[in-house]
Nanobody, 118 residues
Framework: QVQVVESGGGLVQPGGSLRLSCAAS????????MSWFRQAPGKEREFVAT????????DYADSVKGRFTISRARAGATVYLQMNSLKPEDTAVYYC???????????WGEGTLVTVSS
């Protein structure tokens, strides 16, 4: 079984920064891609950013381009989301999704809460 664990959420003032981490672990887990999604209160879950292991290609939602940066550790299935210039509308539970190579099975973490408020 693959476990996905997020960390790094918290309360930050508008204009501030936070760095989220996500680690996927499990027997013989080989990632195809790892992604961040978020879900604000009363809204549907939405895509934030993704990074693919092959070629290290990256995509961002338009709403976070230029403010958020996704990256991965040199070893292991760990990704980071550096969030700068945070806005109140970035307040949400941030979820990490790990997609396995081969069959493409997706594994989700339980989420970490980010609150942007003065």
């Amino acid at each position: 079984q693959v476990q996905v664990v997020e960390s790094g959420g918290g309360l930050v003032q508008p204009g501030g920064s936070l760095r989220l981490s996500c680690a996927a672990s499990g027997r013989a887990f080989s990632p195809y891609a790892m992604s961040w999604f978020r879900q604000a209160p009363g809204k549907e879950r939405e895509f934030v950013a993704t990074i693919r292991w092959s070629g290290a290609s990256i995509d961002y939602a338009d709403s976070v381009k230029g403010r958020f940066t996704i990256s991965r550790a040199r070893a292991g299935a760990t990704v980071y989301l550096q969030m700068n210039s945070l806005k109140p509308e970035d307040t949400a539970v941030y979820y990490c999704r790990a997609k396995a190579a081969g069959y493409g099975t997706e594994y989700w973490g339980e989420g970490t809460l980010v609150t942007v408020s003065s």
